[in-house]
């Protein structure tokens, strides 16, 4: 019996040096050579359990990381419509990545590229923005309709003209695409493999198989952002947080501090923090002293970015996200990551305008938000929302993309 005890012990404690290699506990990135569950060695032969290499998540083409936390949503400006469909309450987001700035022309070009290059024609031709938003019988507005989306000038400029639902193909194309673009990577593809492993390694995907999720090589989804995800994006409250007590001292209205729309410091001190309509009829200044400088749409660089370092949260374009609207959503929805996905708890019914209601609101459309070029300063207030129907477009509403922060519930 004390015989079996010393050999158990020393059986145990190699188990324990061969899992844990480092002297430490198992992580993501070091799980050891053996199973801390069964003792079974990993990737001994073809019917082990194979455990991949993983270096740790990789970073996504354009995103941002976003520091998740508590917040309160809300719309802080009066409700001038009356709608009363954003009132406060405290929620937590899960950490997140976004895009840095709204999805551009030159990208919308890519996309339009490979399309035609490897899709049926009605698809190219289903992804083709709606050129024709910048027409109107009673302005002037002919050339943008033929040189907007693709003049070399306005390559930079936010795409518009897009529906709710070619911008969600747009993020489904993505995810294919740079997935696609890193299996090359790990097969070695243009020198060094992703994460510097170099061609013929063991851990490479197969020549012409996709990477499986417990690779290590796939990203998640591109998507559009959670109505939540983005208007606590666009607070950037990191910004606000001075000690490490937990107290919100400060909230913002729009996606900087204060509650004016210039910039009250330095040498642009009284310079516009977003491109809006100032007021009727005014959309950029007076010739010679242009302060948002934007007629139209902006570079999307433009404009100091927020804390969080994501451009043109207010103003420039409207951003599509994912929720369908219904006014009731901040009552309905859960307190971490809130998002409505359907018309649970509020049936599209109580909203059908064929049975003599006189509504606007149905299971096919989508919240927008953060203003426009288009839009008075009310509409660049993170909490504001509007809606459209996800298969309508217009000039003044683009959007951004996001991703899930895999491997972490920070």
């Given amino acids: 019996m004390r015989f079996f005890k010393y050999v158990s012990a020393a059986v145990v404690g190699g188990l324990c ?12 990135t070091d799980p050891g050579d053996t199973s801390t569950a069964t003792g079974i060695a990993y ?23 976003i520091e998740g ?44 590229h490979y399309l035609k290059a490897d899709s049926l024609p009605e698809v190219y031709q289903a992804a083709l923005p709606d050129t024709t938003v910048w027409s109107s019988q009673l302005s002037f507005n002919d050339p943008y309709e033929q040189y907007y989306l693709r003049y070399p000038g306005f390559r930079f400029y936010p795409v518009v003209g897009v529906s709710w639902l070619q911008a969600n193909d747009y ?57 939540a995800e983005w ?77 969080y370092g994501l451009y043109n949260m207010a103003g420039n374009v409207n951003e599509w996200v994912q929720d369908i609207y219904r006014p009731l959503s901040y009552q309905d929805v859960e307190d971490l990551n809130p998002f409505r996905r ?24 989508r919240v927008f938000k953060g203003g426009s070029w288009k839009d008075v300063a009310y509409w660049l207030s993170p909490g504001t929302r509007r809606f459209m129907a996800q298969d309508s477009a217009t000039a003044t509403i683009g959007f951004r993309c996001a991703m899930i922060n895999a491997g972490s519930n920070k």
């Fill in 231 to 307: 208007e606590y994006a666009a607070q950037a409250l990191i910004g606000t947080q001075y000690t490490d007590d937990e107290n919100q001292n400060n909230r913002r209205l729009y996606p900087w501090d204060g509650h004016q729309v210039r910039n009250p410091y330095g040498k642009n001190m009284g310079q516009f923090m977003a491109n809006f309509k100032r007021g009727r009829g005014d959309y950029a200044g007076i010739a010679g002293a242009l302060n948002d400088g934007a007629m139209i749409t902006d570079y999307i660089y433009s404009y100091p970015p927020n804390d």
């Fill in 69 to 112: 936390g508590r917040t309160t949503l809300g719309s802080m400006e009066e409700d001038v419509a009356m709608t009363r469909d954003n009132i406060e309450r405290t929620v937590t987001v899960a950490s997140f990545y976004m895009d840095e700035t709204e999805v551009a022309n030159i990208h919308w070009l890519e996309y339009l």
């Fill in 17 to 28: 040096l061969t899992a844990c290699s480092k002297g430490g506990q198992p992580t993501s």
């Fill in 171 to 227: 993020c489904i194309w993505r995810t294919a695409k740079v997935n696609e673009n890193l299996a090359q990577q790990a097969n070695g593809g243009g020198g060094g493999g992703l994460f510097g492993r170099k061609k013929g390694g063991g851990d490479a995907a197969p020549e012409g198989t996709k990477p499986s999720i417990e690779s290590g090589y796939v990203l998640p989804n591109y998507r559009l952002p959670t109505e």
């Fill in 342 to 365: 359907n018309d649970y708890l509020d049936e599209s019914e109580n909203y059908d305008s064929s049975e003599g209601f006189h509504s606007l609101i149905n299971d096919e459309v």
């Fill in 43 to 65: 990737n001994e032969d073809e019917t082990s359990f194979q455990v991949a290499d993983y270096a740790q998540f990789p970073q996504g083409p354009g995103l941002v990381f």
